[in-house]
């Protein structure tokens, strides 16, 4: 299976698909390869393309458009296997689907939520943020925790994190009616916002134009900063680092109420497979309600199946639990469109103007809309 492994950590996680499956089938078999996050959306292609390409493929739902040409269809082989694709989360289901077929099974359905450090919060006297949470207190906490060369929060330079779910939480999205609305003002808001935490506030540091997102997750594991935006299938590894002082609030908006930008990743099957219906088992036995929850106990990952949801909050903190349900109840979907690497790959050459202050939100995202929408 070709996929995304940036570190050890996403080794373990398509892992623990794999072990999961050998408990029903100890003769199951799956190799993994794959280049970063980063690289795997401009590597993809290539790769799948190849004679020795490998059957299987992850893609994001946010991506799905984008894959088009290497996923297979999967309703019919679902169909004749008697595979209900009405158990898997309605939203990523309908994230994955292109041109009226389903390309791939979703695994989870995550929203973006808000990491931070309990012991911190609680040494400089601050509430613990929760189930409301508006920007004015996420800026009144950042700069309460933020003091000589400690910063509130860690910031990635990447279109799909803080900025963005700011934006979405207040009701704006960069796609609308399958195309490219980067120049919606909540949009353009939320995305100003994350530029002046850096430059006006000074409660972050800006981050690297490469690979920032690293950096960041490290800087909130190390107890270095108080904050940081991520998705729930980081949660063991910060519950590793972290232990009881891993916090989970919702993402703040203007009106402190939680709205997710939800996103979900899935398995595939390669256009080119010479064997279709081998592939499609393969993916049937990491998609089963027993595997996905037994993935989402062991790693985090939010289910796409809602009677796993139990098998995720086993263990955790139950007002942890509650944030990153609210948002998954009270949200929707990435969708995204074919272009939207490029816009990705744009918007990281110039976020770094932006976290200087050299250059507005509304002029960068003005400038992609008009090079690509």
Same mark, same amino acid.
């Given at each position: ?34 280049? &970063? ?12 393309? &190849?004679?020795? /390409?490998? &059957? ?20 019919? !082989? ?35 939520? !808000? ?37 509130? !929060?860690?910031? @990635? ?23 490219? @609305? ?7 808001? %939320? ?16 981050? /690297? ?50 709205? %997710? ?17 081998? /592939?499609?088992?393969?993916?049937? /036995? ?6 996905? %929850? ?53 918007? &990281? ?16 995202? %003005? ?7």
């Amino acid at each position: 299976m070709y996929t995304w492994i940036s570190n050890e950590n996403d080794r373990a996680q398509w892992q623990a698909f794999v072990d999961a499956a050998k408990e029903v089938d100890p003769e199951f078999e799956l190799t993994l390869e794959g280049p &970063s996050f980063e690289d795997y959306w401009t590597k993809v292609k290539t790769r799948m393309s &190849s004679n020795d /390409a490998p &059957s299987l493929l992850t893609t994001q739902a946010a991506r799905a458009q984008e894959l088009d040409a290497l996923l297979a269809p999967l309703d019919d !082989l679902a169909e004749s296997a008697g595979i209900d694709l009405g158990q898997y989360n309605e939203a990523m289901i309908g994230g994955m689907t292109v041109d009226g077929t389903v390309r791939a099974i979703p695994y989870d359905a995550e929203p973006m939520v !808000l990491f931070y450090n309990k012991a911190l919060f609680t040494d400089a006297d601050l509430e613990l943020p929760g189930l409301s949470y508006t920007m004015d207190q996420f800026l009144d906490n950042a700069s309460a925790l933020t003091s000589g060369d400690a910063y509130g !929060l860690a910031i @990635s330079a990447g279109l799909v994190h803080l900025g963005m779910s700011i934006g979405f939480a207040n009701g704006g999205s960069p796609v609308t009616d399958g195309a490219l @609305s980067l120049t919606d003002p909540k949009i353009v808001e %939320g995305l100003q916002f994350s530029f002046d935490l850096v430059t006006e506030h000074e409660v972050a540091e800006a981050p /690297a134009a490469v690979d920032s997102e690293p950096a960041a997750q490290q800087a909130l594991m190390n107890g270095d900063v108080a904050m940081y935006v991520d998705g729930p299938w980081m949660y063991q590894a910060y519950a590793d680092a972290l232990g009881e002082d891993l916090g989970v609030a919702i993402i703040p908006s203007e009106s402190g109420e939680a709205r %997710g930008l939800i996103q979900g990743s899935g398995f595939g099957i390669a256009s080119n497979a010479k064997d279709p219906e081998a /592939a499609f088992a393969s993916v049937m /036995a990491i998609t089963t309600p027993e595997v996905i %929850g037994s993935v989402a106990n062991a790693r985090g990952t939010f289910p796409s199946i809602a009677s796993e949801e139990q098998q995720w909050a086993e263990g955790k903190a139950e007002d942890n639990v509650a944030a990153v349900t609210a948002l998954a109840e009270n949200g929707a979907p990435l969708i995204t469109t074919p272009t939207w690497n490029e816009v990705g790959s744009q918007f &990281s050459q110039f976020a770094t103007d932006g976290f200087r202050g050299n250059r507005s939100a509304e002029e960068i995202l %003005g400038e992609i809309q008009a090079a690509i929408g």
